[in-house]
């Protein structure tokens, strides 16, 4: 065990931050890549999340969904206001990298292997139709299964007829579509169970791949206004994202415009404490105060690996605060 975490020790370079609260990587869309190809390649779990601004709108209430970001291995900014927030925190994050970009990128490159994708989930029939499309045309990726669960519980999604079907196809990537709350919830559900290396609710690729729902031209996307677009086409969304635009006036008013007058440096003490704590399990907080996105990021990433083994001591009023209203405390 002491060996396994000495190993550790040196992998242990995640680019994580912590921005009010939402765990963010800083990495662009071939950074991406390169994290989904290593777990693939190791066949190692990967939780890929991809939060926007209805991610923090759904944290603020479910702590059980926020936890689930805790728990991925790569957290992706998929939205211009996640951008900005990151940016006005003075996260250095190369900029936008949505849910769908990434598929599309992974989809259109030239690869040797191409990555064997199940898709699970989406409007009836719209899980059918990607597959034939990806099959028929992609590069970079081959659709291995697919299955429309309908809308029922996460139990009743949740069958080892459905898992064994998902295990059996053979996927280096399980595409789910269930509605972000419900999608990150059954990945947890089921964490355990998959032998899929990486999964990640990815909302409406499986519409834009079957070609049910139309993506937002590139300048829309480049503009800012793909949520535009979607309301046109989606006009549901239109509660959605009034909603979002509310967290994100409460986050610049509450969090962003204190931040810059009391931005955190980096903490000088944390990283061989952290290198510490990979060997001990316990992590040594006397004298740390409140923590910068990047230390936040620190502890995010060192409470994932070790779970909930990992002790904190000499745990400060100040820094409990920062850590609460982060999403790491207990």
């Not at 927030?85 to 191409?114: C, N, T, Y």
């Not at 959605?240 to 931005?263: E, N, Q």
């Not at 060997?279 to 105060?289: A, W």
Request: net charge positive; charged share 20%; glycine share 8%.
């Amino acid at each position: 065990m002491i060996r396994e975490r000495v190993m550790d020790q040196k992998a242990f370079d995640r680019p994580l931050h912590v921005v009010h609260g939402i765990p963010l990587d800083c990495v662009g869309l071939e950074g991406a890549m390169a994290v989904i190809d290593r777990a693939i390649s190791a066949r190692e779990p990967l939780l890929l999340s991809t939060p926007n601004m209805n991610f923090y709108t759904l944290a603020r209430h479910n702590a059980a969904f926020r936890q689930s970001l805790f728990a991925s291995g790569l957290c992706l900014a998929d939205g211009a206001p996640v951008v900005a927030l990151a940016r006005w925190a003075g996260v250095p994050l190369p900029g936008r990298v949505a849910g769908s970009d990434l598929f599309e990128a992974l989809r259109d490159r030239s690869a040797a292997i191409p990555v064997k994708v199940y898709l699970f989930g989406g409007p009836q029939g719209a899980a059918e139709k990607a597959a034939a499309a990806l099959n028929a045309s992609a590069k970079g990726v081959t659709c291995v299964g697919w299955a429309s669960p309908g809308f029922g519980s996460i139990a009743e999604m949740s069958t080892d007829a459905i898992l064994s079907g998902i295990n059996a196809s053979g996927a280096d990537m399980l595409v789910i579509a269930l509605g972000a709350q419900k999608g990150q919830a059954w990945l947890m559900h089921n964490a355990a169970r998959l032998t899929v290396p990486v999964r990640t609710h990815l909302g409406a690729v499986v519409n834009f791949e079957a070609g049910t729902v139309a993506r937002a031209p590139a300048l829309y996307r480049k503009l800012a206004l793909e949520w535009l677009w979607r309301v046109q086409q989606e006009p549901r969304l239109a509660a959605r994202y009034r909603d979002d635009a509310v967290t994100l006036a409460r986050l610049f008013t509450t969090r962003t415009l204190p931040g810059f007058f009391a931005r955190a440096r980096d903490s000088k003490m944390l990283p061989d404490r952290i290198r510490a704590a990979l060997v001990s399990g316990t992590l040594d907080c006397s004298g740390l105060g409140a923590l910068s996105t990047s230390d936040l990021g620190q502890i995010a990433e060192l409470k994932r690996r070790n779970g909930a083994s990992l002790l904190l001591r000499n745990v400060s009023a100040l820094l409990e605060q920062c850590l609460t209203i982060n999403g790491l405390w207990p």
